[in-house]
C-alpha cells in the first residue's frame, strides 16, 4: 500500500478530519471547527490552532456540539469543499433551568 508523504495525497485517497459542529443554520451545510495541536517550532510549547471547515450534510443530521467526521469532496460552493461522513459523538444534552 502507498504512504502519503511530505503531504502529498496519495491517489484515491481523501483526508478526513475530525471536529465538533459550531453552527448548522444553513441549510444542508454544517461549519465544523477542527482542533489541530502541535508544538511551537522555536519554544517546544504545544500550540492548539483551530480551523474553520464548511461541510456538506445532506440529511442534515448534525446538530451543534455533535462530534462529526467530515472528508474532501469536490467544491460544492465557494466555500463548501467537505462532506458529512458520520456523527461520531452525539452532542451531550443537559437539563436546562
Not at 459542529?21 to 441549510?27: E, L, R
Not at 461549519?31 to 517546544?44: D, G, I, L, T
Request: aromatic share 6%; proline share 4%.
Amino acid at each position: 500500500m502507498a504512504e502519503a508523504t511530505n503531504n502529498v495525497a496519495v491517489a484515491g485517497k481523501r483526508k478526513q478530519r475530525v471536529g465538533e459542529v459550531v453552527s448548522n443554520k444553513m441549510t444542508k451545510t454544517i461549519v465544523v471547527r477542527v482542533e489541530r495541536r502541535f508544538p511551537h517550532p522555536q519554544y517546544k510549547k504545544i500550540v492548539t490552532s483551530y480551523k474553520k471547515f464548511y461541510a456538506h450534510d445532506d440529511k442534515s443530521e448534525a446538530k451543534v456540539g455533535d462530534t462529526v467526521r467530515i472528508e474532501e469532496s469536490r467544491p460544492l460552493s465557494k466555500l463548501k469543499r467537505w462532506k458529512l461522513i458520520e456523527v461520531v459523538e452525539p452532542a451531550v444534552v443537559t437539563a436546562a433551568a
